[in-house]
C-alpha cells in the first residue's frame, strides 16, 4: 500500500511493507527543492505531481517518477494541475488545454495534446 505526503514542500512517498506492520515502512523522497510541490498522484509505481519551477508561484510543471526516475512533462511556464494518473497514463490541465502522457517503452513514451 503506497501513500504519499507532501511537507514543506518536499513530495515523498511513503510505501507500507504489509498492513499488519503499518509501522515499518520505506520512505522514497521524490523531490530537492526549496518550492511548491503538490497535488500527487500515484498508480502503481508512478507518481506524478505538479512542482513550481523557479520564483513564480505560477509556473507549475508536471512531473512524474516512474519508481526509477522522475521526468519534466510540461514546460510551458503556465500553471498546470494534474487530473490523474493511471497505469502508465497520465492527464493534467494548463492554460486552459487539457493533455495526456502515456509511457510506451517500445515508443519512447508519446506526449498528446487533447
Not at 47 to 67: H, R, T
Amino acid at each position: 500500500m503506497k501513500r504519499w505526503i507532501v511537507r514543506l514542500g518536499v513530495l515523498m512517498v511513503l510505501d507500507f511493507v504489509a498492513p499488519s506492520e503499518a509501522a515499518v515502512y520505506g520512505v522514497t523522497q521524490l523531490t530537492h527543492n526549496g518550492t511548491s510541490n503538490a497535488y500527487p498522484h500515484i498508480s502503481g509505481a508512478n507518481v506524478a505531481w505538479s512542482g513550481q519551477l523557479g520564483s513564480d508561484p505560477n509556473n507549475q510543471q508536471i512531473f512524474l517518477y516512474n519508481g526509477t526516475t522522475t521526468t519534466q512533462l510540461t514546460n510551458s511556464g503556465l500553471y498546470n494541475t494534474v487530473g490523474g494518473v493511471s497505469a502508465s497514463n497520465v492527464a493534467w490541465a494548463g492554460g486552459g488545454v487539457v493533455s495526456t502522457f502515456t509511457m510506451e517503452p517500445a515508443r519512447n513514451n508519446s506526449l498528446t495534446t487533447t
